[in-house]
């Protein structure tokens, strides 16, 4: 069965190193995101990307860059951790808007403490 | 900034009861979608309704849109236990396929 995978489940780390948390799909989806969970705030998306070499900023990107070099992974990079990127962070991919399918599925998530 | 808002935050009723929660936007949307998640999970995804849609109905749920009001509401009939969870609306625009989440409702069935 296809599926979206994420690791690591939960990540340690400090203060101004850098992070990479990696995103797995076998949807064969065109576009990938990634989104943090914060209590309060819902999800809110920090990039994504509608295809391979393509990536776009979200509304919370500061701090965090991605890459695509082909269509089943997209990695994020936390490049200096910082105590206020502590979250959950989820992947999720949709196969895009052909004959309407945006329906997205999501990953596990990934707990992230910075400390 | 979020493009849907929940309401209610959080929800309690009595198994076999319906519940109701409400969505809305700020912009034209291309969709809507309703997700569920449970604790410690990933989204779920439940059901779609397009713009041009007024009603949906799957299984025991039941989605209606108000474009002119940018609201949606979710219908959960004969609430179960197992419908415990959080539940967020998200929107999608015309040619722009990223979604945006509202901050969701927190519904608990009561045995």
């Known amino acids: ?115 | 900034s979020q493009q849907g808002e929940e309401d209610p935050q959080a929800l309690s009723i009595q198994e076999g009861e319906n519940a109701t929660m409400n969505c809305s936007y700020k912009t034209s949307i291309n969709n809507l979608q309703w997700y569920r998640q449970n604790s410690g999970r990933g989204l779920v995804h439940l059901i779609l309704i397009r713009s041009n849609e007024r009603e949906k109905h799957s299984g025991r749920l039941r989605v209606t849109l108000d474009t002119s009001k940018k609201s949606s509401s979710l219908l959960i009939t004969a609430s179960r236990a197992a419908d415990t969870a959080s539940y967020f609306c998200a929107t999608d625009t015309f040619g722009n396929e990223k979604l945006t989440f509202g901050t969701g409702t927190r519904l608990t069935i009561i045995p």
């Open chain 1, 1 to 115: 069965d296809a599926e979206i995978t994420q690791s690591p489940r939960h990540k340690i780390t400090e203060t101004g190193r850098q992070v990479t948390l990696a995103c797995h799909q076998t949807w064969n989806h065109n576009n990938m995101f990634w989104y943090r969970q914060d209590l309060g705030h819902g999800l809110r998306l920090i990039h994504y990307s509608y295809g391979v070499q393509d990536t776009n900023k979200g509304e919370v990107s500061d701090g965090y860059s991605v890459s695509r070099s082909n269509t089943e992974d997209l990695p994020l990079t936390l490049e200096s951790a910082a105590s206020s990127q502590t979250s959950v962070y989820f992947c999720a991919s949709s196969a895009g808007d052909v004959g309407g399918k945006t329906e997205a599925f999501f990953g596990q998530g990934t707990r992230l403490t910075v400390v």
